[in-house]
Structure formats: structure tokens, C-alpha cells
């Protein structure tokens, strides 16, 4: 099990903490403020109800969270040390100095800075990249790097196995690239408000009902190619490039910070969102965050397609007689009015309980792009007892017949106390995806399900099974 330790606990490194630490790493924290407990552990229990919900997989077993007073003890024996102290370079130096004299010489030493570059938080001997995250840095995947090109390729490697994604920046500059384009937007905001053409609400709305939507799945450039039609982007520049030369933007001019200025945004964003505490509020978008990205796996677009290839490695249990089909937690989208799992998403559950089983016995993705499959044609589901979010669910599968074109399945559903939530009984041809027609499976998927079905064959006809829908007793 690897070592992070987190320098700075605030709202960055807490999120840092929490992304390590789910991911199986244990934690050291090294923070002097006396509430930093108490904050990560805010930022965590946040973390423990979003991060696991945008997988389909559970994540690894949590590592071990401590807080040390003495950096060397921190840093001792770290893969990874992250420092998140306040942007003061005089003070980046000093605490540099510090986890340079303790640090393992193979670990990494990146820094959460969002505008100083490597040369400046080097210049007095230490050895850090940046790595500039995005807040919630449990659930957002961008880390951008910026160093030397071994250290960061180290980085990229050990931040994948975490869920992130890095995104290494090809030469320095100030503010790296994400806050180069937010500090734009930023500027043009300010300016927006200042002059009354719009409230903070109003600017809000303008990005999140329109291009913020665009931008989460296909970015700048993709959404402008589209905007060419089928003459792409070169039908773009020229019809809108000469746009750049009219007097639309104030980007290189600033509004004075005034205190009327700074009252003004913040009357107005108190009276935006003031009526939530801030951790209703960090909730509310951990919630959407969850819902969009899961959006965007089905896809595999943006941010989708990260979750994707970060759960692939995420470790599979093992099959045994009864193998455990799914292993994970209960979604915040999964569930409705009620407060619990909605119906809809058991069946879901045991389709992917199905899933996997198919993958145990061959019927993998290879052998479905070669052109065989198992279709469900019918589903029988018994509602037992109540899942909600957040909640760990897990799921085992029971062959009742496998032969010839059938897969007939059984799958229990148990919730966090290893209550039995549910039973779906689903039965299954195999199909000819060439010809869409029932067939026989290859003789390996066939021999796979046989000794499954062989092994189930001594144990009991589960409860439930072969019932019917309004069946007594």
C-alpha cells in the first residue's frame, strides 16, 4: 500500500487526501491549524458519499488517515508528497526546504500552485512539478503537471491509478493553461457586473444553460468544429475570426478592485446562494458533478472515458462457487422520491451482475465483437428490502441451467449488513449478432457455463426461484 503526504489542509488538500486515500493510500497530513481534523474530515465524509458513486466497481479498501505535527515523520517513506500551503512563494520556499531535507529521493514533490511555475518554486534548491488540481479534487480528473519531463511522467503514471487525469503542459507559463482560460472568463465577468449588464446569477446561468454544457463533454476547438458544419473548423475561423478585431472584449483591461466593486459581487452572490451553507452547497455540486459524469461514461467523452479507464484496473473479486457479480456502492442517480433504490436500478444491478458472469465464462468483449452474445429474455424481480445511496451493495450469482442456447440465472442482491435486498431471476439465448438469432455458444463459453452449472448443481434451488408475479406463500 503506497504513502501520500499531504502538506496543507485546507480545502485543496483535503480534496487531495481524500482522493489518495480512497483509492487504497494511506494518508499523512502535515497542517499546524488546529481545525485541520476537523476540516479534511468534512471534505471525506463528502468524498466517501461522491466519489464511489460515479463507479460501477468498488474502489479499493481505504487506506489509514494520520496527522503529524513533525514534516519528517509526514514525508517518511511517501510515493507522494503534495504541498497545498497558501500561493506566498516566500512561504512555498520555506516549506519546500523542509520536505526536501526529509524526503525519500524517489518520491514525487508536486506542488497544488495555481500560478507559480517550476522555475520559481525551485529557484532555491527543491525538486517539485506542479500539480495544479481542480476543486473537488475527489471527483474532478485534471491535474496539470509542469517540470521535469521524467518526474512528471512518473507523476502521470501514479495519478492514473488514482482516477485522475494529467495533462502534462508542454513549456511553463504563468497560471499553466486551465487558469489562463478561467482568468479570461473571470476578467470578462468582472466587467459584466461592473457595468451592469448582468448579476452573478445571470452571468452563472449564462454558462451553466448553455456553452458550460457544451464545454464538459467536447471542450473549445471540438464544439467550435461542429459550429463550421460540414466545412469544420476552417469554415469557422473565417466566418467568425474577423470577430476578434471588434470591440467585444475588455480582456486587457482590468476593473479597479474597489470596495463598491467587491460589495457588489458579494451582495450578489450572497443573495445568489447565500441561503445554503457551504457544505449543502459543495453537496448539491458533488450531486451534479456525479450525474453529468456519469452522463459522459456512457460515452466515454470527457471526463467519462477517465472514469472508464481508471475502473478497468480497479481489482475484479474473484470467481468462486458462488461468485460476487458486483461489488459497489449505491449511486446518488439511482435513487427517487422515496429516498431509496428505485426499481428501475435493480434490474440494472442485475444486469450487471450478468455482465460480469458472461465475462467469467468468455463471453467477454472480444467474444461479443466477434459476433456472439447472450440476450436477457425475461426478468423476475423480488423487492425485499431497501437500498440507498451510498449504500454497499453486492451481488452473487447462481447458475440454475446452463445448456445448449440458455443461461438461466440467479442473482441475490445484499445491502451493507449482508441483508438480502433482492432476488432477480433472469433468463438468457445466446444469439448470432450476424444473423440476430438464437445459436449455440462456442464450445469454450459452453464448456465455462457447464462447469459452473455443474458446480451450482449441488446446492439448493434458491428461495424465490420460479415464482411468478402475485405468487402467495
Not at 485543496?12 to 485541520?36: C, E, T
Not at 441475490?412 to 449478432?433: I, K, N
Request: proline content about 5%.
Amino acid at each position: 500500500m503506497k504513502t501520500a503526504a499531504i502538506i496543507g489542509g485546507g480545502v485543496i488538500g483535503g480534496g487531495w487526501a481524500a482522493r489518495f486515500l480512497l483509492n487504497g493510500w494511506n494518508v499523512r497530513v502535515f497542517d499546524p491549524d488546529p481545525d485541520a481534523e476537523r476540516k479534511i474530515s468534512e471534505v471525506l465524509a463528502n468524498a466517501r458519499r461522491s466519489l464511489p458513486s460515479l463507479y460501477d466497481k468498488a474502489l479499493p479498501p481505504e487506506g489509514a488517515l494520520t496527522f503529524h505535527a513533525d514534516m519528517a515523520e509526514a514525508v517518511a517513506d511517501a510515493a507522494w508528497i503534495q504541498e497545498s500551503v497558501p500561493e506566498r512563494l516566500e512561504l512555498k520556499h520555506k516549506i519546500h526546504a523542509q520536505i526536501q531535507a526529509h524526503a525519500p529521493a524517489d518520491a514525487v514533490i508536486g506542488s497544488s500552485t495555481s500560478g507559480f511555475k517550476p522555475s520559481e518554486l525551485n529557484a532555491e534548491g527543491a525538486r517539485a512539478v506542479v500539480a495544479h488540481p481542480f476543486n473537488p479534487v475527489y471527483l474532478l480528473p485534471l491535474v496539470e503537471l509542469v517540470g521535469d519531463a521524467g518526474t512528471c511522467a512518473q507523476a502521470s503514471d501514479l495519478l492514473r491509478d488514482v482516477g485522475m487525469y494529467p495533462l502534462t503542459v508542454r513549456k511553463e507559463i504563468d497560471a499553466h493553461i486551465a487558469d489562463r482560460l478561467l482568468e479570461a472568463v473571470w476578467r470578462e465577468g468582472l466587467w459584466l457586473i461592473k457595468d451592469g449588464i448582468c448579476t452573478t446569477e445571470e452571468l452563472d446561468e449564462s454558462i451553466r444553460m448553455g456553452f458550460g454544457l457544451r464545454w464538459a463533454q467536447m471542450g473549445l476547438f471540438e464544439t467550435y468544429r461542429i459550429a463550421g458544419g460540414e466545412a469544420g473548423m476552417k469554415h469557422f475561423m473565417a466566418q467568425f475570426g474577423p470577430a476578434l478585431e471588434w470591440p467585444w472584449t475588455k480582456l486587457m483591461d482590468v476593473p479597479e478592485f474597489t470596495d463598491e466593486l467587491v460589495d457588489l459581487i458579494a451582495g450578489q452572490s450572497d443573495a445568489q446562494s447565500g441561503h445554503m451553507p457551504i457544505r449543502d452547497l459543495e453537496r448539491l455540486r458533488d450531486d451534479n458533478l456525479v450525474g453529468m459524469m456519469r452522463a459522459l461514461k456512457k460515452s466515454g467523452s470527457g471526463a467519462g472515458g477517465v472514469i472508464t479507464a481508471h475502473e478497468a484496473i480497479l481489482p475484479t473479486p474473484e470467481a468462486v462457487d458462488l461468485p460476487v457479480t458486483v461489488s459497489r456502492p449505491v449511486p446518488q442517480s439511482w435513487t427517487d422520491y422515496n429516498g431509496h433504490m428505485n426499481e428501475a436500478h435493480y434490474t440494472e444491478a442485475s444486469a450487471q451482475a450478468t455482465d460480469r458472469f458472461m465475462e467469467l465464462i468468455g463471453c467477454d468483449a472480444d467474444y461479443i465483437a466477434a459476433g456472439g452474445s447472450y440476450f436477457t429474455v425475461e426478468n423476475h424481480v423480488r423487492f425485499l428490502d431497501e437500498l440507498h445511496a451510498g449504500d454497499a451493495l453486492t451481488i452473487t450469482t447462481q447458475v440454475l441451467t446452463g445448456e445448449g442456447k440458455k443461461m438461466h440465472l440467479f442473482h441475490r442482491l445484499f445491502g451493507p449488513e449482508g441483508q438480502l435486498a433482492a432476488t432477480v431471476e433472469t433468463l438468457l439465448l445466446h444469439m448470432d449478432l450476424n444473423a440476430r438469432g438464437t445459436s449455440l455458444p462456442s464450445d469454450a463459453v459452453a464448456d465455462q457455463l457447464a462447469s459452473y452449472a455443474a458446480a451450482h448443481a449441488g446446492l439448493p434451488l434458491p428461495e424465490g426461484a420460479g415464482r411468478h408475479v402475485g405468487q402467495r406463500g
